[in-house]
């Protein structure tokens, strides 16, 4: 099973190659969507056997994380074939400044939007060190085109500056795995593998210092790929000059790839009995990044780039709920899931936004009330769901965060947790109010109605994150408490 869910990306972007007419290539886009997402389905009441001689191996957090990119690739393929049908290929005058750009290829683009969900399998169904590089950094190769799908200057600035960032990090997350072999080196039988089953049995005895040391290559390394600050300065842009659809898939599914790379290295640590040392950096780098998102929420006049921001806070949100330990690790699992389902929303809402409106500037696109209804509608719910606010499913797990950080004594962290959540949610409270209230600008030509392909997927994604909020079942609360129990929660 682990191999099909593999190879059915892959052979759906030799497909989308191989095809010369763009209805037949969207058609095997959605096909290959929904059948990954029953072959993930299947993974909970068949559990897979490993493959490849145990290179693939799915445990709950990679099971977690692979539903997650498999759930909002499906969103994604179906919102796409509206996309691409607007799009299209051709010269189109650029939003911004008048400048003219040429959209890429379509077969180009969606093969690599099955590549890249073939390289997001491979991340999340291995607990090989050495293979989840590996698909990390088939990540980057994959979605790099799909941020450059406008051909612009500025779309290649920000493909660019992923590029090179990412791959320092992961180059420097490349040092880490090294640094990991090493520390179990002086041992009598050295590693035959960098497999989480030879290493977490014998993390106990390894050398410490070197552990230690690969550690910090792997949170900053894999971190900068995860957006977490300092090392988030690629996101923004990417985020701002992506396709919408590529955006959520950035934000909601990629981010969290990375973060389940931090999440095995912090699983052997915590056997090593240095959970400390390694949750201390996790709560630092979380709260850093939650402030440095406040400060830059405030006063955005992008909304691409605002929901960009938003992500940045909400990987530090993770990290802070896994460095905390105990019952925040189970908090920040859901608030994993729930981040990802309503992000993913958000981005594609903003692209009928930016559809309408022909600018990213929080200011020009007014009157989504009047303008696009059900899209105002989900842009302002949307908008209370990512800050929190009941009944959606951020506010039970930061609620959970926050429970747990007061009973575990972190109570500066947590007052901090409170002041930077308060600070972004009038941050971003001012241009969304802004946005769906006041009159249509002239220039606008409002539809008369708004396609369901258009708003369905996100609606879909937004009812999830509402459930999740209201009442989570007994088999998901066990399935999130089994994920975090295997890190250390």
């Known amino acids: 099973m682990l191999s099909a869910l593999l190879l059915v990306p892959i052979l759906a972007a030799a497909l989308c190659l191989a095809l010369a007419a763009d209805r037949p290539r969207r058609a095997v886009l959605i096909f290959a969507a929904c059948l990954h997402t029953a072959l993930v389905a299947a993974t909970f009441a068949v559990p897979p056997h490993p493959a490849w001689g145990g290179l693939l191996e799915l445990d709950a957090p990679g099971q977690l994380f692979l539903s997650l990119a498999s759930l909002l690739f499906l969103a994604a393929a179906i ?57 990390i950094e088939a990540t980057t190769l994959s979605s790099a085109p799909l941020i450059y799908f406008h051909r612009h200057r500025r779309s290649l600035e920000a493909t660019w500056k992923y590029l090179l960032i990412c791959s320092v990090g992961i180059a420097l997350a490349l040092l880490g795995n090294i640094l990991f072999s090493v520390a179990f080196f002086d041992q009598a039988s050295p590693l035959a593998s960098m497999d989480l089953a030879s290493m977490l049995p014998r993390a106990a005895v390894a050398g410490k210092p070197w ?37 959520a898939l950035l934000s909601g599914a990629l981010l969290n790839c990375a973060f389940l790379g931090i999440l095995r290295a912090h699983q052997i640590l915590g ?42 806070e909400h990987m530090g949100i993770l990290a802070l709920g896994v460095g905390i330990g105990g019952a925040a690790t189970f908090a920040a699992m859901l608030h994993a899931a729930c981040h990802s389902l309503t992000k993913g929303a958000l981005f594609l809402i903003s692209g009928n936004i930016l559809a309408l409106y022909h600018t990213r500037s929080c200011h020009d696109a007014r009157g989504l009330f009047r303008a696009l ?24 797990s930061e609620l959970l965060l926050l429970r747990a950080m007061f009973a575990g004594g972190h ?62 079942p007994a088999p998901l609360g066990a399935f999130l408490t089994r994920v975090a129990g295997a890190i250390g929660g």
């Open 411 to 472: 109570s500066v962290a947590a007052v901090c947790c409170l002041a930077f959540l308060a600070i972004i949610f009038v941050g971003m409270s001012v241009p969304v109010v802004r946005m769906v209230q006041g009159p249509v600008p002239p220039a606008v030509h409002p539809p008369q109605t708004e396609p369901a392909i258009a708003w369905g997927p996100p609606l879909a994604l937004l009812a999830l994150a509402l459930v999740l909020g209201l009442y989570l």
């Open 373 to 396: 209804p059900v899209t105002g509608a989900l842009w302002a719910a949307g908008f209370l769901a990512i800050c929190g606010s009941p009944p959606f499913g951020i506010f039970v």
């Open 211 to 247: 552990l230690k040391a690969a550690f910090i290559f792997l949170l900053v390394g894999y971190g900068t790929k995860m957006g977490l600050a300092p090392m988030h300065n690629w996101l923004p842009d990417a985020h701002s000059q992506s396709p919408s659809l590529v955006s």
């Open 271 to 312: 056997a090593a009995g240095m959970a400390d040392f390694s949750g201390g950096l996790l709560v630092l780098f979380g709260l850093f990044s939650m402030g440095l998102a406040a400060v830059f929420i405030v006063g955005q006049g992008d909304y691409k780039r605002l929901l960009a921001y938003s992500s940045v």
């Open 79 to 135: 919102y796409a074939t509206g996309y691409l049908r607007a799009e299209g290929a051709g010269a189109k005058r650029d939003f911004q400044d008048g400048s003219m750009f040429t959209n890429a290829p379509e077969r180009i683009f969606t093969a690599c939007l099955c590549l890249f969900l073939a390289a997001m399998t491979l991340v999340a169904s291995t607990r090989n060190l050495s293979v989840l590089w590996v698909g």
